[in-house]
């Protein structure tokens, strides 16, 4: 069992930056890739990207590919999003998410993902 606490969400201004950071409990954590989704009241949940879990390989959402960037450190068992240029339109709540059975690649399928961290919410104003 993994259990992901996300952190590091908040309010900022379009332009600005911001760090989530995914916390993961167990011993195993290498072995799981890390994703990262996004989700508006109302709307699917939307794929960001994905680190394997070597932390060798990334592969992004189009919308995020230039801007945002994802991150470990399996010595602290933590992943990071870290978010540039953000704008309005990435108002939403940000979901980390671990699978020991996909790759950085199809993490980006929803269904059946192994665990879910609680979200985390990142405001950006205008």
């Known amino acids: 069992q993994v259990q992901l606490v996300e952190s590091g969400g908040g309010l900022v201004q379009a332009g600005g930056s911001l760090r989530l950071s995914c916390a993961a409990s167990?011993?195993?954590?290498?072995?799981?890739?890390i994703g990262w989704f996004r989700q508006a009241p109302g709307q699917v949940r939307e794929f960001v990207g994905a680190?394997?879990?070597?932390?060798?390989?990334?592969f992004y959402a189009d919308s995020v590919k230039d801007r945002f960037t994802i991150s470990r450190d399996n010595s602290k068992n933590t992943g990071y999003l870290q978010m540039n240029s953000l704008k309005p339109e990435d108002t939403d709540v940000y979901y980390c998410?671990?699978?020991?059975?996909?790759?950085?690649?199809?993490?980006?399928?929803?269904?059946?993902?192994?665990?879910w961290g609680q979200g985390t919410q990142v405001t950006v104003s205008t």
């Open positions: 680190i394997s879990g070597s932390g060798g390989s990334t």
């Open positions: 167990g011993r195993t954590f290498s072995m799981y890739t």
């Open positions: 998410a671990a699978s020991k059975f996909r790759t950085h690649q199809n993490m980006r399928i929803i269904a059946g993902m192994q665990y």
